[in-house]
């Protein structure tokens, strides 16, 4: 079973899966949010593997990653389907496992990624693991020290922030929870799009994408119907790529009203 945190008292269950050199923890906010606002909720945010505190594989495979995610959901919630939302290589991943286990899944809501091949030379990406690996944690002293050093390499405060949660230190000192070696190794796998095998998934699904962001483009619409016939795309204003931390409110609200509506019967 993947490493998952859970917030909420409810019945209703909800999972969340976290993107590239994040982990599940990132929608901690989020999550309080949603079960404050609707107290039947019960959330799972789990830690996909080689990121957070979930075990290290010796390969990146969206096939796999989607049979551990509905693993850990069948232990999880072993009595009722859930809500999954995921973003970006955790978007690729529900997607997947809602295609090739649709009976875990009572709804989907995807977030700025697409179900098509994407750019293998995402030179974004490549720059923030590139960033990661070059600080010397052996002559590391402390988390701000890591921070002004990773500041020349990534500028913006939030995506820094976002990639330094990463670190750790424990009794033999500093560490990355994220397998960084596997992730340099495999990027360009982390774009990829397995062949979905024929299968579709006709429950409710929601995406969602960052107007400045480019991941999820109208040319991509209808190889979303393709495989997701049931889905309604909302686009919101001023955010990028990590649309929940970029527009927390509007994307707790758009979760809200999605997860509020009625279950397809």
Do not use: C
């Amino acid at each position: 079973m993947l490493h998952l945190h859970e917030v909420g008292p409810g019945e209703r269950p909800v999972v969340f899966v976290h993107g590239l050199l994040g982990q599940g923890r990132n929608f901690h906010t989020i999550a309080k949010t949603l079960v404050t606002r609707d107290p039947s909720l019960r959330i799972a945010m789990v830690d996909l593997p080689n990121h957070g505190r979930s075990p290290w594989t010796g390969s990146i495979d969206y096939v796999d990653m989607a049979a551990e995610v509905a693993d850990t959901v069948r232990q999880w919630s072993p009595d009722r389907p859930v809500a999954l939302v995921g973003h970006s290589m955790g978007g690729r991943t529900v997607m997947q496992l809602a295609l090739r286990h649709p009976e875990l899944v009572e709804r989907l809501v995807v977030s700025d990624i697409s179900p098509v091949e994407g750019d293998r030379s995402s030179s974004v990406f490549e720059r923030f693991v590139y960033s990661l690996q070059r600080l010397d944690l052996a002559t590391l002293e402390s988390r701000s020290q890591a921070d002004d050093l990773l500041k020349p390499l990534v500028p913006n405060d939030t995506i820094r922030g976002f990639l330094l949660q990463n670190l750790r230190r424990d009794t033999s000192g500093w560490h990355w929870q994220a397998n960084l070696d596997l992730l340099e190794r495999d990027l360009d796998l982390v774009a990829s799009w397995p062949d979905p095998e024929g299968h579709s998934y006709p429950g409710p699904v929601l995406w969602v994408r960052g107007a400045l962001s480019g991941y999820v483009q109208d040319a991509h619409r209808p190889a979303m119907e393709a495989l997701f016939p049931n889905t309604r795309l909302v686009t919101i204003k001023n955010a990028g790529h990590w649309v929940h931390s970029e527009q927390p409110q509007v994307f707790t609200e758009v979760l809200v009203n999605f997860l509020s509506q009625a279950p397809s019967s």
